[in-house]
């Protein structure tokens, strides 16, 4: 299953609310989670199961989808949010990730 | 819970590459949970490399064409990987991940070890 996401790169103030989209090549149902990356460190688990935020996450990110079409937004951007977002579907083996999405400050 | 992994940091081509992944503040046998790695080329996003059960049931990537090995030592609370044949492709910052295993969520990860392939 090929993974999507777009835009492949997209540049945002502090405050702004922002959206990232991802486009599975078939229905994963809600087998869709959300990852970002920081440079130079490992990804961190924002999002499992296209909507349920993981323990420990801001309530600022949250996710939607179901089927092939999938969001992550942002609601109001700080500082530590940019970074690179990855999206991933658990759907079906190879488990498989976008290419990522860089968050970059305007 | 941290995942701590080590191993070489430079391997000849068409040597093997072997990494371990110490667990601690878990147990690798816990219920719910797999354990794997993935890995980052340089510059490049990331790539499920596989994971397994600690009964022994295991999942991997077919493009890395059955040259992955993943074991679990339950003794000693460490997971493995092994990759054959390895060429300049196979360089890359690899992470040892727990893995939760309804949603297939990858909720642990260390912190990588970068390996490059090179004579």
């Known amino acids: 299953i090929q993974m999507t996401q777009s835009p492949s790169s997209l540049s945002a103030s502090v405050g702004d609310r922002v959206t990232i989209t991802c486009r599975a090549s078939?229905?994963?149902?809600?087998?869709l989670n959300w990852y970002q990356q920081r440079p130079g460190k490992a990804p961190k688990l924002l999002i499992y199961t296209a909507s349920s935020l993981q323990s420990g996450v801001p309530s600022r990110f949250s996710g939607s989808g179901s089927g092939t079409d999938f969001t992550l937004t942002i609601s109001s951007l700080q500082p530590e949010d940019f970074a690179t977002y990855y999206c991933q579907q658990s759907y079906s083996s190879p488990h498989t990730f976008g290419q990522g999405t860089r968050l970059e400050i305007k | 819970l941290q995942l701590q992994e080590s191993g070489p940091g430079l391997v000849k081509p068409s040597e093997t590459l072997s990494l371990t992944c110490t667990v601690s503040g878990d147990s690798i046998i816990s219920n719910s949970y797999y354990w794997g790695w993935i890995r980052q080329p340089p510059g490049k996003g990331l790539e499920w490399i596989g994971h397994m059960y600690h009964s022994g049931s295991t999942y991997d990537n077919p493009s890395l064409k059955s040259r992955v090995t993943i074991s679990v030592d339950t003794s000693r609370n460490q997971l493995s990987l092994r990759v054959s044949s390895v060429t300049a492709a196979d360089t890359a910052v690899y992470f040892c991940?727990?893995?939760?295993?309804?949603?297939?969520?990858?909720?642990?990860w260390g912190q990588g070890t970068m390996v490059a392939v090179s004579s």
């Open positions: 991940v727990r893995v939760y295993s309804s949603p297939g969520a990858f909720d642990i």
């Open positions: 078939q229905s994963i149902t809600r087998y």
